[in-house]
């Protein structure tokens, strides 16, 4: 089992810049591919940004990439997402997950409860 606690959301405005934070606890945690989705209200879920347990692959939706940065300290079980030149449109509720190298909600396993991310224009 692996659990899974995000944090730093919050009321920002365009332009502006977040880090969130997702604390994985687990025995296997460090072994897993983690990954950001983010959910709008009304929309699906959607792929945001992967890597790899070894740090070694990144991913990112080409709405994000140039903007957003996905990293890891497998020593502190965390995993990071830096947002720079945040925009409107990236207003949604983010999900840490945990699983399989993909951009599909299908393939992660574990995933927390959420962080609101709310970008004012």
């Known amino acids: 089992q692996v659990q899974l606690v995000e944090s730093g959301g919050g009321l920002v405005q365009a332009g502006d810049s977040l880090r969130l934070s997702c604390a994985a606890s687990?025995?296997?945690?460090?072994?897993?591919?983690m990954g950001w989705f983010r959910q709008a209200p009304g929309k699906e879920r959607e792929f945001v940004a992967a890597i790899t347990w070894s740090s070694s692959s990144t991913a990112y939706a080409d709405s994000v990439k140039g903007r957003f940065t996905i990293s890891r300290d497998n020593a502190k079980n965390m995993v990071y997402l830096q947002m720079n030149s945040l925009k409107p449109d990236d207003t949604a509720v983010y999900y840490c997950?945990?699983?399989?190298?993909?951009?599909?909600?299908?393939?992660?396993?574990?995933w927390g409860q959420g962080t609101q991310v709310t970008v004012s224009s």
């Open positions: 997950e945990a699983g399989l190298y993909s951009n599909s909600s299908n393939d992660y396993n574990y």
């Open positions: 687990g025995r296997t945690a460090s072994s897993y591919t």
